[in-house]
């Protein structure tokens, strides 16, 4: 199954955040504590233990992954910003799932102060604004699903924290899980040989599709547009667990996921953080701007400064920066929006990317 990129930046940004989030609101909120119990354990291999939680994921139903890979930006705000090397979630005491009303139905949800986990789809802007949606669906995610888990695994400064339901474990019980865990095979089944992948635009609609876009800009109806395409594949078979834990390794960043949402699932290599929000701040880092990673660290330094001084992939940071800027404004509380950081380059193992910081407070 394949799923257009972008796509997948959002669903799973926003997915980590909410999680990260409603951990802070649970130790504001005591009275709620008795609901979960905890129990930590010292790990040394963290890459190890999303791998066995990923293959573990298969005997549930629902099941979250989340992963920084540890990736260091050299720069100690923007590490000061991931709260967890590795973040899963297992099991659905309850699923989160609205036919509509679904952010006002998903606020309910998170006042009762738990952990929940999931994805907002593109849709949801239907919900927002006058606009509707006629392109082909073939994959039939719902616009919202989040879900209640059972048993909640944090790692933080090599240390596992497991947050369990207590009418569902007990410390005995969860600890036996983490050993079972830790135990688990890999999981059986090949990708199938052969996959043939396609998009939904065949040339001559590409372009087509590009010439009406230059319309719109040229008279002013738009001045940016992100047009998408979909690859996908049809009547194949792969095994998504291990295939995420081979994406992992190949490209390994900093907001890497894998999602399964009882029959679809979501396999993430992502280097975007799209939102974030920490006690009143709301904190978004678009990327525009990317060029491959050079052999050598000397070659790669020149790519960096060829990247920052190059004036296309700059305007086209800037660009998505006020973007960026105008859409917090909305809620931002007045004079607030900040651009902290315009046009950095930071380097991931495939590529270098250039990223913006743009920030505002909110009540």
């Known amino acids: 199954m394949f799923f257009y990129a972008s796509i997948v930046k959002i669903i799973v940004s926003i997915a980590i955040r909410k999680a990260q989030n409603i951990k802070k609101r649970i130790r504001n909120f005591p009275i709620f504590a008795p609901m979960r119990g905890t129990i930590t354990i010292p790990v040394s291999d963290t890459n190890r233990l999303a791998v066995q939680l990923t293959r573990w994921a298969k005997k549930e139903r629902y099941a979250i992954v989340l992963q920084s890979n540890e990736y260091d930006y050299k720069n100690e705000f923007q590490n000061s910003l991931r709260n967890y090397e590795v973040l899963a979630a297992f099991g659905a005491e309850e ?3 609205p036919e509509q009303d679904s952010l006002n139905n998903l606020k309910l949800q998170i006042d009762k102060h738990d952990w929940l986990f999931g994805y907002l789809g593109y849709d949801l802007k239907n919900e927002l604004e006058n606009l509707t949606s006629s392109n082909f669906d073939g994959l039939h995610f719902s616009n919202l699903l989040f879900f209640r888990p059972r048993v909640v695994f944090a790692v933080s400064d090599n240390t596992l924290s497991i947050h369990y339901l207590k009418k569902r474990y007990n410390r005995q019980t969860a600890g036996s899980l983490y050993d079972a865990i830790m135990a688990a095979p890999e999981v059986d ?15 001559d609609e590409y372009l087509s599709t590009i010439r009406g876009v230059l319309q719109h800009i040229q008279r002013g109806d738009i001045y940016e547009m992100n047009l998408c395409q979909e690859f996908y594949a049809q009547n194949c078979k792969i095994n998504p667990y291990e295939t995420y834990n081979s994406l992992n390794t190949i490209s390994p960043t900093p907001f890497s996921a894998f999602g399964k949402f009882y029959d679809k699932f979501l396999l993430c290599a992502s280097p975007e953080r799209y939102i974030t929000k920490r006690t009143d701040k709301v904190i978004s880092q678009p990327i525009k701007g990317t060029c491959k990673r050079g052999a050598t660290e000397g070659e790669n330094l020149k790519l960096i400064e060829s990247l920052k001084n190059d004036p296309k992939e700059r305007s086209e940071n800037i660009m998505i920066a006020d973007l960026v800027r105008n859409d917090l404004s ?14 950095g380059v930071y380097p991931f193992k495939q590529v270098n990317q250039m990223v913006s910081t743009v920030s505002c407070s909110v009540n």
């Not at 909305?330 to 046009?343: P, Q, T, Y």
Request: proline content about 0%; hydrophobic content about 40%; charged content about 30%.
């Open 95 to 97: 699923v989160i799932c």
């Open 189 to 203: 089944g090949n990708n199938d040989a052969q996959i043939k992948v396609e998009s939904r635009f065949s040339k």
């Open 330 to 343: 909305r809620i931002a509380v007045k004079g607030s929006v900040n651009v902290d950081e315009l046009c």
